[in-house]
């Protein structure tokens, strides 16, 4: 089992409506999470982080935490083109590493 | 507040050579990650340094190692290139948090992408 799962996409949504990205983890002990941004030949760009069950909101963005079910979301409201790139999805493991997601490629349709 | 550089942005090098990347985190943050991305396996963890020395490793070979300097900036070397080391080589700085983790917010410079012929 991979120690942090995302779907690879792409994922195509429609402008305005709201994205769902999921990411799973394996390492139950884990205790910091990330949501990362990254456009095509750029730099990852931290959008999110996320430490306690429950939602959190910056924006348009909303991370959703589930320690029991080992899965954490990022929902994007109101999508615009300018969402249009590969988020990941990282976590720290018990080891104090960042192990990163392969990404989901999220497509906004104008 | 200026972000985290990365010096070269590209390079050129040739099978068996050796290589020196170079990172200046953010004024004020004393840890630094680094990573290698590449499309097949995404972005993978090399090591991280804090206060002069390496704190976590990653599953690398030997050829890969790092250091990191008393003003916090970061060299990372890899000798005996092989072709599978061309790559994104990014690095990440950040502030370690009163909770005692050092692996908060990490923040991303531009990278340096190695071309290995």
């Known amino acids: 089992q991979k120690e942090v799962e995302q779907n690879s996409g792409p994922l195509s949504v429609p402008e305005g409506a709201i994205a769902s990205l999921n990411c799973t983890y394996s390492d139950r002990v884990s205790q910091s999470f990330f949501w990362y941004r990254q456009y095509s030949g750029k730099s990852p760009e931290l959008i999110m982080s996320i430490y306690s069950n429950g939602d959190k909101e910056d924006g348009r963005f909303t991370a959703q935490l589930n320690k029991a079910s080992q899965y954490v979301s990022l929902l994007i409201r109101d999508s615009q083109p300018s969402d249009s790139a590969t988020y990941l999805c990282a976590v720290l493991n018990r080891d104090d590493k960042i192990i990163f997601g392969k990404g989901t490629r999220l497509h906004i349709l104008p | 507040k200026a972000g985290v550089t990365q010096t070269p942005r590209y390079l050129i090098k040739t099978r068996g050579q050796q290589v020196t990347l170079s990172c200046s985190p953010i004024?004020?943050?004393?840890?630094v990650s680094w990573y290698q991305q590449t499309p097949g396996q995404g972005l993978q963890f090399l090591f991280e340094?804090?206060?002069?020395?390496?704190?976590n490793k990653g599953n690398f070979p030997g050829r890969f190692s790092g250091r990191q300097f008393s003003n916090s900036r970061s060299e990372m070397n890899v000798s005996t290139l092989e072709l599978g080391d061309s790559a994104l080589y990014l690095c990440?700085?950040?502030?370690?948090?009163?909770?005692?983790?050092?692996?908060?917010?990490?923040?991303f410079g531009p990278g340096t992408r190695l071309t290995v012929l």
């Open positions: 340094y804090f206060s002069e020395t390496q704190r």
């Open positions: 004024s004020g943050h004393r840890s």
């Open positions: 990440a700085s950040s502030f370690p948090t009163s909770g005692g983790s050092y692996y908060n917010e990490q923040f």
